[in-house]
């Protein structure tokens, strides 16, 4: 297991990590989640042990890493660039690590076509890296990360280079590579749904802290606070009477602040009849998927909204509103400024 305690990291003075506790147990992937700028890469960096802690403690198993250098941890490094080396084909990329270690050369090539099968990319040993599309040689850096057979993998915006769609669609991909291969992960990552997707544990880090860490599923039900929920990707949170409103709308219990999910509102035409809830359509933008409002709620003020397919109001219009308690989030309240 790796486990850090205290962990400092500093630069000119300047805490860029700044007493950070985590423990990644064998066989789990953590996610450590937050914007560009809060230390999450040099966090990454120092567990690898490329950033020098100023203090604080990484460990593996109970054994101090301290003294240990980066080539003998033990550990694998994936940038987001995958970093292949072009000039060798995908099968030599792959089986790169392994014929350092000695093996044998049918060894290899055994392992090389075990590792292209892993990743969906059986047959490609032959090709050159620059024949590939970007999410495929993002499948062949993570082959030959694994390779190794490292006892820590570490993810350095793994996807961050490849567009919308391809990056869930190799999100999902990694998950099940992570777990078919039994391997230990610490990723790095801006992106909430790639975090999401991939990581049965979820940190949350802000200017070089950790605001909240647990299960991905309870993090993202029940955010720590209203920043943390903000970032997560709820859209609105409400403090006080507008939050007491909208919590007795749903049939939830009273909390000093919500936080509300995109998806938690629900609009269409009518004025509140049956059991719905009445509003005014105050915004509205069109997107491929249906129309985003803003609404507004007596006693609630404004919130955001999906309207149901093929509706497109005018502002001014009346709505009706179908409330989803599970896309709400009782947070602290947070103070006034």
């Given at each position: 297991?790796?486990d850090?305690?205290g962990?400092e990291?500093?630069?000119d003075?300047?805490?860029?990590v700044?007493?950070v506790d985590?423990?990644?147990?064998?066989g789990d992937?953590?996610?450590?989640?937050?914007?560009?700028?809060?230390?999450k890469?040099?966090l990454?960096?120092?567990v690898?042990?490329?950033e020098p802690?100023?203090?604080?403690?990484i460990a593996?198993?109970?054994?101090?890493l301290?003294?240990?250098?980066?080539?003998?941890r033990g550990f694998?490094?994936m940038?987001?660039?995958?970093?292949?080396?072009?000039?060798?084909?995908?099968?030599?990329?792959v089986?790169?690590?392994?014929r350092?270690?000695?093996?044998?050369?049918?060894a290899v090539r055994a392992?090389v076509?075990d590792?292209?099968a892993?990743?969906?990319?059986?047959g490609?040993?032959?090709?050159?890296p620059?024949?590939?599309?970007?999410?495929?040689?993002?499948?062949?850096?993570l082959?030959?990360s694994?390779a190794?057979?490292p006892?820590l993998?570490?993810?350095?915006?793994?996807?961050s280079?490849?567009?919308a769609?391809?990056?869930v669609r190799?999100?999902?991909?990694?998950?099940?590579?992570?777990?078919e291969?039994g391997t230990?992960a610490?990723?790095?990552t801006?992106d909430?749904?790639?975090?999401?997707?991939?990581a049965?544990r979820l940190?949350?880090?802000r200017a070089g802290r950790?605001?909240?860490?647990g299960a991905?599923?309870t993090?993202w039900?029940?955010?720590?606070d209203?920043?943390?929920?903000?970032?997560?990707?709820y859209?609105?949170v409400?403090q006080?009477?507008?939050?007491?409103e909208?919590l007795r709308?749903?049939?939830?219990?009273?909390?000093p602040?919500v936080?509300?999910r995109p998806?938690?509102?629900l609009?269409?035409?009518?004025d509140g009849g049956?059991?719905?809830?009445?509003?005014?359509?105050r915004?509205?933008?069109?997107t491929?998927d249906g129309?985003?409002?803003v609404?507004?709620?007596a006693?609630?003020?404004?919130?955001?909204?999906?309207?149901v397919q093929?509706?497109a109001?005018q502002p001014g219009?009346r709505?009706?509103?179908?409330?989803d308690?599970?896309?709400?989030?009782?947070?602290?309240?947070s103070?006034?400024?």
């Amino acid at each position: 297991m790796l486990d850090l305690k205290g962990v400092e990291v500093a630069f000119d003075g300047t805490v860029a990590v700044d007493g950070v506790d985590l423990a990644v147990a064998d066989g789990d992937v953590l996610a450590v989640l937050g914007p560009s700028g809060c230390g999450k890469s040099t966090l990454l960096r120092a567990v690898a042990g490329l950033e020098p802690l100023r203090a604080g403690r990484i460990a593996w198993d109970g054994t101090d890493l301290g003294t240990t250098p980066t080539h003998r941890r033990g550990f694998a490094l994936m940038f987001q660039d995958g970093q292949l080396f072009d000039h060798l084909t995908v099968g030599r990329n792959v089986g790169y690590a392994l014929r350092l270690q000695g093996e044998p050369r049918a060894a290899v090539r055994a392992a090389v076509d075990d590792l292209l099968a892993l990743v969906g990319l059986e047959g490609y040993g032959g090709r050159l890296p620059r024949t590939l599309s970007g999410g495929e040689r993002q499948r062949v850096a993570l082959a030959r990360s694994l390779a190794g057979r490292p006892r820590l993998l570490l993810l350095d915006e793994p996807l961050s280079a490849l567009d919308a769609g391809l990056r869930v669609r190799l999100a999902a991909d990694l998950r099940r590579i992570l777990t078919e291969a039994g391997t230990t992960a610490l990723l790095v990552t801006h992106d909430q749904a790639e975090a999401f997707a991939v990581a049965d544990r979820l940190a949350v880090m802000r200017a070089g802290r950790i605001v909240q860490e647990g299960a991905t599923a309870t993090v993202w039900s029940a955010p720590a606070d209203a920043g943390t929920a903000l970032f997560l990707g709820y859209s609105r949170v409400l403090q006080g009477t507008a939050a007491a409103e909208l919590l007795r709308l749903a049939g939830r219990p009273a909390a000093p602040a919500v936080a509300v999910r995109p998806t938690a509102v629900l609009a269409g035409p009518g004025d509140g009849g049956d059991d719905g809830v009445p509003a005014e359509v105050r915004a509205v933008r069109l997107t491929p998927d249906g129309a985003r409002l803003v609404v507004s709620v007596a006693g609630v003020g404004e919130l955001d909204a999906a309207g149901v397919q093929g509706w497109a109001p005018q502002p001014g219009e009346r709505a009706t509103l179908r409330l989803d308690p599970g896309g709400l989030a009782a947070v602290p309240a947070s103070p006034v400024s």
